[in-house]
Nanobody, 129 residues
Framework: QVKVVESGGGSVQAGGSLRVSCRITGYTFSSYCVAWFRQAPGKEREGVAS????????????TYADTVKGRFTTSREKETFRIYLQMTGLEEDDTAMYYC??????????????????WGQGTQVTVSA
């Protein structure tokens, strides 16, 4: 049984940094796509970053939304299936619930819109002025 658990959210002042992590257990597939989404009250869900690979030995590919490019970085811990989202230069508009989602297929160009297999419960990030 695949489980996805986010952690590391919290409150930070504008300009600060925060790292959230996504721990995925029970995942046995060699290919993967892990995506970070966020949703603020009254706003649509936004896909902010993705990381994926087609399998063992294949390269890892990351993508970022224009709203976070240059400020957010997603990476995978080599030994475990833990994905990080490092956020720097945080702005008040980054305030949202952040979700991690995993899928057996590679991300491709449509990861934001397709139904990903496994979702976490979310972690809140609040940025104050």
């Amino acid at each position: 049984q695949v489980k996805v658990v986010e952690s590391g959210g919290g409150s930070v002042q504008a300009g600060g940094s925060l790292r959230v992590s996504c721990r995925i257990t029970g995942y046995t597939f060699s290919s993967y796509c892990v995506a970070w989404f966020r949703q603020a009250p009254g706003k649509e869900r936004e896909g902010v970053a993705s990381i994926g690979s087609s399998g063992v030995g294949a390269s890892t590919k990351t993508t970022y939304a224009d709203t976070v490019k240059g400020r957010f970085t997603t990476s995978r811990e080599k030994e475990t299936f833990r994905i990080y989202l490092q956020m720097t230069g945080l702005e008040e508009d980054d305030t949202a619930m952040y979700y991690c989602a995993a899928d057996r297929l590679t991300c491709g160009n449509g990861w934001r819109k397709r139904a990903l297999d496994y979702w976490g419960q979310g972690t809140q990030v609040t940025v104050s002025a």
